[in-house]
């Protein structure tokens, strides 16, 4: 008995002597603070995340609505003020949206900025031709006429496909990623060209 509170008494001596900062620190670790925490930054990385999401699809969803606006030019019915100020609209609204998407990636990701100018670049020469050929077109009247054969741009579906294959690296484990890394995949895997001038090795 005499020895349990010899033990009993230098375990009380030696918590009296512990730095208070310690004692503290132990305490908050034990209680519901540090869990309340962790639960906010997760919710916070989670939210994070799916506006990401959002808006990298919003950005491969604007890329395949400008590729589709030759095809929208062309289907017209009419050449009535209406149709060619909507029509016209349309491709403001396109053009506002994509330097929007530009503008978003380049803050978010350098290298994603590098695939996303990429693509661009491979459909605007595409895209332009098509929209001049289409307004030159008569409006359709016809059913039949809507099967356009030939028409419009081609080889869009591979340009999207880079642009969906980089962005898994912008999520998950990837994300950690270095730059450098990063851009040695995506050339790897076709997403990017070989050589790129605008970013230094």
Not at 19 to 28: G, S
Not at 161 to 167: H, K, L, Q, T, V
Request: glycine share 4%.
């Amino acid at each position: 008995m005499v020895t349990d509170l010899t033990t009993l008494a230098q375990a009380v001596d030696s918590a009296a002597a512990q730095p208070p900062t310690i004692t503290i620190a132990l305490a908050i670790l034990g209680s519901s603070v540090v869990a309340g925490l962790i639960s906010v930054i997760l919710g916070n990385t989670r939210a994070n995340a799916t506006a990401r999401r959002e808006r990298y699809a919003q950005a491969v969803r604007t890329l395949v609505a400008w590729a589709e606006y030759p095809y929208r030019i062309r289907r017209r019915t009419s050449d009535d003020a209406a149709t060619l100020t909507a029509l016209a609209d349309r491709g403001h609204t396109l053009q506002e949206q994509l330097a929007e998407s530009r503008a978003w990636i380049a803050a978010e990701s350098r290298a994603m900025s590098e695939v996303f100018d990429a693509c661009l670049a491979d459909i605007n020469p595409l895209v332009g031709p098509a929209c001049a050929i289409a307004w030159q077109q008569p409006p359709i009247t016809k059913s039949a006429e809507m099967l356009l054969g030939d028409f419009g741009p081609r080889g869009i579906n591979a340009i999207v496909a880079r642009m969906e294959c980089a962005i898994i690296y912008r999520f998950g484990l990837r994300r950690l990623m270095w730059r450098r890394w990063v851009l040695r995949r995506l050339r790897q895997r076709a997403c990017l060209p070989e050589t790129s001038p605008t970013t230094p090795e």
